[in-house]
């Protein structure tokens, strides 16, 4: 059988591997592996790979320092202020 690999390293196999694993989970299959495997120019897939690396680093960070603006779930719902008429 042929190998497919095209000569790569076992390190390097490992790496695109965990790339394009993360992309597509953590995209909820936004990217599909094989568009991210087979589809998308290596530039392109380094790319959002990248751009997403440092969204999560950007997130982590956000929750790791706490948000001044309470969250929608933290926040307490005030009933409307009608008044009926007559009153």
């Known amino acids: ?26 995209t909820k299959g936004g990217i ?7 589809i998308m120019p290596v530039y392109l897939r380094q790319f959002h790979y ?14 790791k320092g706490g948000s001044t603006t309470p969250s929608p779930k933290s926040r307490t719902i005030q009933p409307p202020n009608w008044t009926r008429k007559g009153e």
């Open 50 to 63: 990248n751009e997403l690396v440092e969204t999560l680093k950007k997130e982590a960070a956000a929750a």
């Open 1 to 26: 059988m042929a190998s497919t690999s095209f000569g790569l390293s076992s390190k390097y196999k490992v790496g695109l591997q965990k790339q394009i694993f993360e992309l597509v989970y953590y």
């Open 32 to 38: 599909t592996y094989e568009e991210a495997y087979f």
